[in-house]
């Protein structure tokens, strides 16, 4: 299973982005599936997150009422609408999956984690 985000860059205060991840693999079942973001010298934290699989949805405290995030269960995929951008948004964001993996021969639940993308916003 593989994780892929995409849309990140350097985005001006006030502005927005779109972040995409999409999983690939033999994937039998997306159980949850999330954003977290770290910044220099900071733990990595929850930004939002989809739970058990369905559209039970989380935001970290931050980011409440301007971001808000999807998901295309049919092309497992899951997106990060962000808008009016400050400063302290400036991280790498990750996508994170809880998922249930099928080789054929037998079924595997694990944590799976993208690569990051980088996310900027000058002031």
């Known amino acids: 299973v593989q994780l892929v985000e995409s849309g990140g860059g350097l985005v001006q205060a006030g502005g927005s982005l779109r972040l995409s991840c999409a999983a690939s693999?033999?994937?039998?079942?997306?159980?949850?599936m999330g954003w977290y973001r770290q910044a220099p010298g900071k733990q990595r934290e929850l930004v939002a997150i989809f739970r058990s699989g369905g559209t039970d949805t989380n935001y970290a405290d931050s980011v409440k009422g301007r971001f808000t995030i999807s998901r295309d269960n049919a092309k497992n995929t899951m997106y990060l609408q962000m808008n009016s951008l400050k400063p302290e948004d400036t991280a790498v964001y990750y996508c994170?999956?809880?998922?249930?993996?099928?080789?054929?021969?037998?079924?595997?639940?694990?944590?799976?984690w993208g690569q990051g993308t980088q996310v900027t916003v000058s002031s």
């Open positions: 693999g033999s994937i039998f079942a997306i159980n949850a």
């Open positions: 994170n999956a809880d998922v249930t993996a099928d080789s054929g021969r037998y079924r595997m639940r694990n944590d799976y």
